[in-house]
């Protein structure tokens, strides 16, 4: 599982690279490249957002594998066509998106089967997200560092071609190498299925159910809120604030690639020492500490133009404190959800997460027009501070504090799954946090979920 995760992300660092660069020496126009990359993200972020029921009605193993295997095809295609000198730029945007559009769901499908390779593996789950956030660091720091040797070597086509090349391996490991009955629709009885309720017909009745189950839920609604303005303000951090702070300070490309590269190989430590230890800490003081560490203090840092020693030491220190998010807010919401739900539930948190990302420039620069780098930098880390601090301290981390016991409460989950089903819409769409106090406590994980 963690393979296949590992080759298909990092097919995608690579085509990040390839894939702009090779519209630059074709076309010399940075609209066009543009172009080409919003022609990925946003078939990426709507279709991943629409696709959970899907996911979870014909199984996510099935829809892993066939997006690979599309994004392959897709991305073969393109070095195949200009090779033959038919590769038109309309044709080049077409193809990029069916690249974007199947990335989201194969995505969402190795997530929804994560659980389920925890269960099968004898691992704790905050152990099973660890390892995957390890990965997924692995991806974003060797991928570009690879794709960018590759097109500097060879050119962005045969770049491509690795890139076509890694989702073939993903789609292999998929269908050829998991164990047999892996990853089935959870409805149908699969492992991950234990409630015998038929699924609401129509598809957006099983979309609704999903949010539903979102909306009632005030611990997940926390966290996506934390994760959304987090990720508003990553975006905005890292394409505006770091490279305007790096020029106005002297440092240039250099020191970006300094203080990113500190950060991400202390993710990667700090993910490997919370994969082992993270079970046995206490969940609201890791979501502190790691937020505190990771965000906050790199904005101010830069607002009062420190040293680069001590710009540094605090990134490398944000690094290992971001490290330990991914475990435990991965290993919440999996423990909260019941396994027919899955795939529809992490849908609409990933378009929550997702929503603000392109936007977060285009706001920091306009502030930046308007008051300057400074203030931008201190009033970005008093809002991420204000969210951390109001999501942390919301009464429903109580429940989140240990990992449910294994099957009884999978079992309690999946009642709270089915609560909305064989009733009217306007009942199904109804909070089930109206009444504080009525979710169920939460204790630590013993079952298959959490060994």
């Not at 990359?37 to 990426?44: G, I």
């Not at 957002?49 to 690979?68: H, I, K, N, Q």
């Not at 559009?101 to 969402?108: E, K, Y």
Request: proline letters at 6%.
């Amino acid at each position: 599982m963690l393979a296949s995760t590992a080759v298909a992300l990092t097919a995608t660092r690579v085509s990040a690279i390839a894939l702009p660069w090779f519209v630059l020496v074709t076309t010399g126009s940075a609209t066009r490249t543009g172009l080409v990359a919003f022609c990925e993200l946003a078939p990426y972020v709507v279709v991943k957002a629409l696709t959970g029921p899907l996911v979870d009605r014909v199984g996510p193993r099935v829809v892993c594998w066939t997006a690979d295997t599309l994004s392959a095809t897709a991305a073969v295609l393109i070095p195949f066509c200009h090779t033959l000198g038919v590769l038109r730029f309309w044709l080049l945007l077409v193809l990029v998106a069916v690249i974007g559009a199947v990335r989201g769901p194969g995505d969402l499908a190795r997530d929804v089967m994560l659980p389920e390779a925890a269960d099968r593996g004898g691992l704790r789950l905050e152990r099973a997200t660890g390892l995957a956030g390890v990965v997924e660091q692995l991806a974003a720091t060797a991928g570009p560092a690879a794709g960018g040797a590759l097109v500097a070597l060879a050119g962005p086509l045969p770049a491509l071609l690795a890139t076509a090349a890694c989702f073939a391996l993903g789609s292999v490991i998929i269908g050829l190498v998991l164990p047999p009955g892996m990853g089935r629709p959870a409805a149908s009885g699969g492992t991950g299925g234990t409630d015998s309720t038929p699924e609401p017909d129509g598809y957006g009745r099983r979309l609704r159910e999903g949010f539903a189950f979102l909306r009632g839920d005030p611990l997940l609604r926390a966290i996506c809120a934390v994760v959304g303005v987090g990720n508003f303000l990553g975006a905005a951090f890292a394409q505006v604030l770091v490279p305007l702070w790096a020029r106005d300070s002297g440092g240039g490309p250099a020191v970006i690639g300094l203080v990113n590269g500190l950060f991400g190989a202390t993710a990667v430590l700090g993910g490997l020492t919370a994969a082992a230890v993270a079970h046995r800490l206490r969940r609201r003081l890791v979501f502190f500490t790691g937020y505190l560490l990771s965000d906050t203090p790199r904005y101010l840092v830069l607002a009062l133009d420190a040293p680069l020693w001590l710009v540094a030491v605090v990134f490398a220190t944000g690094g290992l404190g971001a490290g330990f998010l991914n475990p435990i807010l991965s290993a919440i919401s999996y423990e909260r959800l019941p396994r027919h739900l899955i795939g529809r539930v992490r849908a609409l948190t990933a378009a929550v997460a997702w929503a603000g990302i392109p936007f977060g420039g285009l706001a920091a620069g306009a502030l930046i027009a308007t008051a300057g780098l400074t203030p931008t930098l201190l009033a970005a880390g008093a809002a991420h501070l204000t969210v951390v601090i109001t999501g942390g301290t919301r009464g429903a981390w109580r429940e989140g504090q240990e990992g449910e016991e294994g099957q009884e409460g999978r079992e309690k989950r999946e009642e709270r799954g089915t609560e909305t089903r064989g009733k009217p819409d306007h009942e199904s769409a109804a909070p089930t946090d109206a009444a504080p106090g009525r979710s169920t406590p939460v204790r630590r994980a013993r079952g298959p979920a959490g060994r």
